[in-house]
């Protein structure tokens, strides 16, 4: 597991997990880590059917054809994500990523044509988890 850091957060920001967190809970997959790499999230290009988003995305993990994973986390107000969200992230959602990708991971290569992708947001009283494909 790599972690990277690409943005110093503000005095009134946080991110959704720490990297302590991540590390017990997939300390046996191989993956990048990226803390800031972009401050709002875009979905990418080749993706033909976007969810539509109305919060904010907190953090992202894609699973290449080529058997890559990067998990992408966005700095977040702390006004707009509450300590009892982020421990609903580490204690709920953190865990349902980690079947979605170990079922990435089970997949046969045949099975693998493109990009998966899981956004999760956070509307401001739940987290939605929606699940994207794009070449």
């Known amino acids: 597991m790599k972690f990277k850091y690409f943005r110093n957060l503000n005095k009134h920001e946080r991110y959704s997990t720490s990297k302590r967190q991540l590390k017990s809970m997939f300390s046996n997959i191989e993956m990048d880590v990226l803390f800031g790499l972009v401050r709002k999230f875009e979905f990418d290009s080749r993706c033909p059917n976007k969810p539509n ?3 904010d995305v907190v953090a992202s993990i894609s699973y290449s054809r080529d058997r890559t994973v ?3 986390l966005f700095p977040l107000s702390i006004a707009d994500y509450p300590d009892s969200a982020a421990d609903d992230f580490n204690n709920q959602i953190l865990s349902t ?6 079922g990435q991971i089970n997949k046969p290569d045949t099975a693998l044509l493109g990009y998966e992708e899981l956004v999760i947001e ?3 009283n739940e987290h939605l988890l929606h699940k994207v494909k794009f070449l």
């Open 70 to 72: 990067d998990f992408s």
């Open 97 to 102: 990523i980690k079947q979605w990708l170990e």
């Open 53 to 55: 988003i109305v919060g």
């Open 122 to 124: 956070w509307t401001g």
